[in-house]
């Protein structure tokens, strides 16, 4: 199941990038703020619940997702590795995890098992005091 994510649904902001720049560090703003409400969204509902679950510090206790893009200096390139980054989150959510089923051990794998911790118990015996 793959959910795409609608642009209109998600909100830019501009904010001014950190660490070092130049001349034009104070007054360009090319970093963004992307904000994406999970609740609000067209994702479907077994996505949107997989998406809140997560224990991730991206999302708000509101279920907004809050990604900062800052590692260009083009805002437009920002937007799009912003854009990609929420899109690769969405799709970790959407591939629904395999459910495990418990075996039982074979019998002959339990044996093996006695068997060594019987060998071990013997050898660790034989490590007591040499009495003369």
Same mark, same amino acid.
């Given at each position: 199941? $793959?959910?795409?994510? &609608?642009?209109?649904?998600?909100?830019?902001?501009?904010?001014?990038?950190?660490?070092?720049?130049?001349?034009? =560090? /104070?007054?360009?703003?090319?970093?963004?703020? %992307?904000?994406? !409400?999970?609740?609000?969204? $067209? %994702?479907? &509902?077994?996505?949107?619940? @997989?998406?809140?679950?997560?224990?991730? +510090?991206?999302? *708000? +206790?509101?279920? =907004?997702?809050?990604?900062?893009?800052?590692? #260009?200096?083009?805002?437009?390139? /920002?937007?799009? &590795?912003?854009?990609? @980054?929420?899109?690769?989150?969405? &799709? #970790?959510?959407?591939?629904?995890?395999? =459910?495990?089923?418990?075996?039982?051990?074979?019998?002959? #794998?339990?044996?093996?098992? %006695? !068997?060594?911790?019987?060998? #071990?118990?013997? *050898?660790?015996?034989?490590?007591?005091?040499?009495?003369?």
């Amino acid at each position: 199941m $793959s959910a795409t994510i &609608d642009p209109g649904e998600v909100e830019f902001s501009a904010i001014r990038a950190q660490g070092p720049g130049g001349q034009n =560090v /104070n007054k360009v703003s090319c970093a963004v703020h %992307l904000r994406f !409400d999970v609740g609000a969204s $067209s %994702l479907p &509902d077994p996505i949107k619940e @997989r998406l809140l679950a997560l224990s991730d +510090q991206r999302i *708000t +206790q509101a279920g =907004v997702v809050v990604l900062k893009a800052q590692q #260009s200096r083009s805002l437009e390139q /920002n937007k799009e &590795d912003a854009l990609r @980054r929420l899109q690769e989150l969405v &799709d #970790s959510v959407a591939v629904l995890p395999t =459910v495990r089923r418990a075996t039982r051990p074979t019998r002959s #794998s339990q044996r093996k098992r %006695l !068997d060594s911790k019987t060998r #071990s118990g013997q *050898t660790k015996a034989m490590r007591g005091k040499v009495s003369e």
